[in-house]
């Protein structure tokens, strides 16, 4: 008897042990995220990026981007990463063709209407900031490439630099200006990756890396490997918050 | 020797060992233009395809005649022998990181024509012709 009351308590034991771990992990499911922010997926490594010289871009791995053969498709698809617990954009991947891009007469609409992460817009003198306003929503896969106005999960807060560059220098608008081309002329897919880049909960992103690969000729047409920094000259920026000065 | 280029806003040609862009119309025009030889490298003949006209030759400045037409993107450039440059803008700007760095009117050239088309995929293509 004593026994079978002392096996009855251990199995007791044991079934208390076990719900008391699932709530643990559901807890851990469900609660975590909320409190502890995930920065969003990256394949670089900030650290291994140079600091930026006066080049709006620098060329990485070569050039070469980083897909794999299993990527490779002709079957155009757009895919935006969830926003994270920040409301920061993440990876956005694309199979990029005649199909993803906008129809002739279709017209772009207003972006006012999604703020990025980070967003805290400020004036300057325009012969600082191109127009005056420092930043831009800059579109992850551009419009003209995508089709896609107000889509939160391609918009970041990104400096006008960043996003058109100026008179000298060159911004994501030209190699997106390159893809929309190719893409028109030979109605080819181009593989299409944009990688915003944050340093731990920054809610401006450092730079985004851009890499694509035109698929029926191999690369041939279109190859690239881009990491963008997001800098205005003559502004410093907080990346933490988006706020932003006269550089000292 | 007649030079031909394809030039963006910036007179970038090339960027990362790729030509900018093309446009199926601008080959045919191009064709259209050069009454007799068309020397260009092997990278450039494999978007024009087969044509009588073409030549590829990798060294095609010391091998073309004074009448000869070349057609470059890929290959280093000099004016020495050139009498006639002919250059069709883009009006679109790209990157680049191989640009057509000469100062036309410094080395002696002169603009006789411009001309703008619509090309297959380009609204506005402008053909610019120098001559020295």
């Known amino acids: 008897m004593a026994y079978r009351r002392k096996k009855k308590n251990t199995a007791k034991k044991v079934v208390t042990t076990i719900i008391a771990l699932l709530i643990a992990l559901l807890g851990a499911y469900f609660i975590v995220p909320e409190v502890i922010p995930e920065a969003p997926a990256t394949n670089i490594d900030i650290s291994n990026i140079p600091a930026y010289s006066g080049d709006a871009y620098v060329a990485i791995n070569n050039n070469v981007p980083y897909f794999e053969e299993s990527d490779y498709t002709t079957e155009a698809y757009e895919n935006y990463s969830e926003l994270d617990s920040l409301g920061r954009c993440g990876v956005v991947t694309a199979c990029l063709g005649k199909e993803t891009m906008p129809a002739e007469d279709e017209e772009r609409g207003s972006i006012n209407n999604v703020t990025p992460s980070g967003w805290v817009q400020k004036r300057y003198d325009a012969n600082l900031v191109s127009g005056g306003w420092l930043y831009n929503r800059c579109h992850l896969i551009g419009w003209q490439l995508s089709a896609e106005n107000d889509n939160e999960r391609n918009l970041i807060t990104g400096t006008r630099y960043f996003n058109a560059g100026n008179s000298e220098e060159q911004g994501m608008l030209l190699f997106e200006n390159m893809v929309a081309d190719y893409i028109k002329e030979t109605e080819n897919h181009v593989l299409y990756r944009v990688t915003p880049v944050y340093e731990g909960n920054n809610l401006v992103a450092s730079g985004i890396l851009m890499e694509a690969y035109s698929v029926e000729d191999s690369g041939e047409g279109i190859c690239f490997n881009v990491y963008f920094y997001n800098v205005q000259p003559g502004i410093t920026i907080d990346y933490a918050t988006g706020e932003s000065e006269l550089a000292k | ?132």
């Open chain 2, 1 to 132: 020797m007649n030079l031909i280029v394809c030039l963006d806003d910036k007179n970038g040609m090339m960027f990362n060992k790729r030509r900018q862009s093309q446009d199926r119309l601008l080959r045919e025009r191009v064709l259209a233009l050069v009454p007799g030889k068309l020397y260009m490298s092997a990278y450039s003949a494999k978007q024009f395809g087969e044509n009588e006209k073409i030549i590829v030759c990798e060294d095609y400045a010391s091998v073309a005649g004074e009448n000869d037409f070349c057609f470059a993107e890929d290959k280093e450039i000099s004016l020495e022998n050139v009498n006639q440059i002919i250059i069709y803008r883009w009006n679109r700007h790209y990157p680049a990181d191989k640009r057509f760095a000469f100062d036309l009117p410094a080395r002696g050239f002169t603009k006789v024509s411009s001309e703008d088309f619509i090309g297959n995929s380009h609204p506005k293509i402008t053909e610019e012709i120098y001559k020295r």
